[in-house]
C-alpha cells in the first residue's frame, strides 16, 4: 500500500507529480480538473455543461474531456481506493474558495472509503491562498504537516459540501476571515468592464487583466473570466470583432451608449 495524494487542479497535479518524481514524495497523484468554486454542485451532468461553457479555447477541443459527468472522477477514485487500498488518502488544498470546498467535496465522495484521510492546507504565499503559486520544492515538506481527519471530522466536511450544494449562488468565495461568501456569477463584472474602454483592445489583454488585478485571496482563472466577457458581450455591454473561438482571436471595447 501507499500514499495516494488528491489535488482540485491539474496545475496542482503536475506540482505533486513532479514531486513524486523526484522523489521528495511518494505515492500515486488523483489529480481533479476542477474549481469547486464556481458552477453547480449538486448534479454531475449539469455541473459538466456548465464547465464547458467557460471559455473561448473550442477550437483544441474540450479542456474537460469527453466525460458527461464531471463526477466520474470521483467514482474512479473510490474504486481506486477499494481495489488497492491506500495507507493514507492526502487531500492537499490552499485556502481559497475553491479548495475550501474541495475539501468538503473530498469527505462527502470519500465518507464511506475504508481510508485514513489527511489534510494538507497550504499556507497564503504574498497574499495568495492558492496552491498553484507553490514550486514543487515548497510544497512537498508540507507532507509533515498533513493532519488526520477522525472519521466524526469528515462526517461533518461532508454535510457542509451538501449544505454548500444546495444553495442556488454558483460563486464560491472566501472573506478575509476564510469564512465561504456565496455570491452571484456577476460579482465580478465591474471589475472586467474597468479594464475595457472606448478603445479597441485584444480580449486576452483584457482578460488577463481581469485576472491580475482580481483578490489574490480568490484569484479568478481564464476560464471564469471568458466566460463573463461572453455574457457582457451577449447583453450589448461590450462590443467584440472577430470570431470568438479564442480568447486571442478578436478585440473588445466598451459598447457606445
Same mark, same amino acid.
Given at each position: 500500500m501507499a500514499d495516494v495524494h488528491i489535488v482540485s487542479s491539474l496545475s496542482g497535479g503536475g506540482i505533486l507529480s513532479w514531486a513524486v518524481k523526484k522523489r521528495t514524495l511518494t505515492g500515486e497523484v488523483f489529480a481533479f480538473n476542477e474549481i469547486p468554486g464556481t458552477g453547480p454542485l449538486d448534479d454531475g451532468a449539469k455541473r459538466m455543461a456548465f464547465l464547458r461553457s467557460l471559455n473561448f479555447n473550442k477550437e483544441n477541443g474540450n479542456f474537460w474531456g469527453g466525460d458527461s459527468d464531471s463526477f466520474a472522477r470521483w467514482r474512479e477514485l473510490q474504486a481506486r481506493l477499494l481495489a488497492q487500498p491506500a495507507d493514507r488518502l492526502v487531500i492537499w488544498a490552499g485556502s481559497d474558495g475553491n479548495d475550501y470546498v474541495f475539501i468538503r467535496m473530498a469527505c462527502h465522495w470519500l465518507e464511506r472509503i475504508? !481510508?485514513?484521510?489527511?489534510?494538507?492546507? =497550504? #499556507?497564503? @504565499?504574498?497574499?495568495?491562498?492558492?496552491?498553484? !503559486?507553490?514550486?514543487?520544492?515548497?510544497? =512537498? #515538506?508540507? @507532507?509533515?504537516?498533513?493532519?488526520?481527519l477522525p472519521a466524526a471530522a469528515r462526517s461533518k466536511l461532508a454535510r457542509e459540501f451538501e449544505d454548500i450544494a444546495s444553495r442556488p449562488e454558483l460563486l464560491r468565495e472566501c472573506d478575509e476571515n476564510g469564512v465561504l461568501q456565496f455570491r452571484e456569477l456577476s460579482a465580478h463584472d465591474n471589475l472586467l468592464l474597468s479594464h475595457c474602454d472606448k478603445r479597441w483592445k485584444p480580449a486576452v489583454r483584457v482578460i488577463g487583466q481581469t485576472i491580475g488585478f482580481s483578490d489574490p485571496r480568490n484569484s479568478l482563472g481564464d476560464g471564469f473570466v471568458s466566460s463573463r466577457l461572453e455574457h457582457l458581450i451577449v447583453n450589448g455591454q461590450i462590443e467584440a470583432d472577430g470570431v470568438r473561438t479564442s480568447m486571442r482571436t478578436f478585440r473588445v471595447r466598451l459598447a457606445k451608449k
Open positions: 475504508p !481510508v485514513n484521510v489527511m489534510l494538507v492546507q =497550504a #499556507p497564503p @504565499i504574498v497574499g495568495y491562498h492558492s496552491m498553484a !503559486v507553490y514550486s514543487f520544492e515548497e510544497l =512537498a #515538506p508540507l @507532507i509533515n504537516q498533513a493532519v488526520l
